[in-house]
Nanobody, 118 residues
Framework: QVQLVESGGGLVQPGGSLRLSCVVS????????MGWYRQAPGKQREWVAS???????NYSDSVKGRFTISRDNAKNTLFLQMNSLKPEDTAVYYC????????????WGQGTQVTVSS
């Protein structure tokens, strides 16, 4: 059974930091392209950061220089280190796993709430 379980969200003051984790099971983590997305109230889900199929990292302009995506293939875990948080980073953050080769697959976690407020 495929599972992606996010954790690490919470309430933090502007300028603070949080580290999100996503533990996966039920599929071969190392061959999937992993990424983070977020959805703020009343807005569409947007891409935040991800690994490419070659293992490079990409970030949206809104988080570049503040967020860092990483992965531990031995522990089947994806991370998102978020620094210098802003109120506009408030959203539900989702972990995504995507298999690009046939048969393709696309899995999502349940999300973890991040609230940046004073």
């Amino acid at each position: 059974q495929v599972q992606l379980v996010e954790s690490g969200g919470g309430l933090v003051q502007p300028g603070g930091s949080l580290r999100l984790s996503c533990v996966v099971s039920g599929f071969t983590f190392s061959i999937y392209v992993m990424g983070w997305y977020r959805q703020a109230p009343g807005k569409q889900r947007e891409w935040v950061a991800s690994f490419t199929s070659r293992g490079n990292t990409n970030y949206s302009d809104s988080v570049k220089g503040r967020f860092t995506i990483s992965r531990d293939n031995a522990k089947n875990t994806l991370f998102l280190q978020m620094n210098s948080l802003k109120p506009e980073d408030t959203a539900v953050y989702y972990c995504n796993a995507r298999k690009l080769s046939y048969p393709t697959a696309d899995y999502w976690g349940q999300g973890t709430q991040v609230t940046v407020s004073s």
